[in-house]
């Protein structure tokens, strides 16, 4: 699943740098799931102190993005198969909940042109600015939805992991994203779950056929 809220927009400073580079790099493929974080090359990186840079790992670690162990530093988490599927089952009905909201939204007569601009958007993007399109997009569906607890949960969920480490192995959204922005804007709650459900679905049942390097082990 394209899912990118955790990255932000606007400027950033001290740990907020850290933060938003390393969700960025996941994206880019700069930073890969399993890959140690080492302080000094943090700290020479981004100009940061030390603290400073142990306070965006702490948040990072806080969101699940990192673990920080005794005596090895931080390392970029790796999900295992059943991690990454728990994780994309608590994403599938959180998503179809948004859709359906945004669509009962257009229903009752929001204006669903955002959504449709940032999908476009999303869709021309270059590479490197997929991330930022992808949040975009991400954000014009939840605020379309008008749920604020959606706003709040779908960006702490670990998708982006599941991206980063399905890189060369997930399908393309693209297709998946043009019948669920054509759903909601055409006022169909019912359509648009079961296109946004439909997509995670897809991801869940591509998972057992991987190889285990993808993997971290159960």
Do not use: C, W
């Amino acid at each position: 699943m394209e899912h990118g809220a955790l990255v932000t927009e606007g400027a950033a400073s001290g740990p907020e740098t850290l933060v938003r580079d390393v969700l960025q790099g996941l994206a880019e493929g700069r930073f890969v799931p399993g890959q140690r974080l080492i302080e000094p090359d943090l700290m020479a990186r981004y100009g940061l102190g030390r603290s400073t840079v142990r306070e965006g790992l702490g948040r990072l670690a806080a969101s699940g993005i990192v673990v920080q162990m005794p005596y090895r530093g931080a390392q970029i988490r790796l999900l295992s198969r059943r991690a990454a599927t728990d994780v994309l089952r608590v994403t599938e009905p959180l998503l179809g909940l948004a859709a359906r909201q945004a669509a009962e939204a257009v229903a009752a007569g929001t204006d669903p042109r955002a959504l449709i601009a940032a999908a476009r958007d999303y869709d021309d993007a270059p590479p490197e600015e997929h991330p930022r399109a992808r949040g975009r997009y991400y954000r014009a569906l939840t605020q379309l939805a008008g749920n604020a607890e959606l706003e709040r949960l779908l960006p702490m969920l670990q998708v982006h992991l599941i991206r980063a480490q399905l890189r060369l192995s997930r399908p393309s959204g693209r297709a998946a994203r043009k019948a669920l922005v054509a759903a909601v804007a055409g006022g169909a709650p019912d359509a648009a779950e079961i296109e946004a459900r439909a997509y995670v679905g897809a991801l869940i049942g591509a998972l057992p056929a991987l190889p285990d390097s993808v993997f971290a082990p159960e």
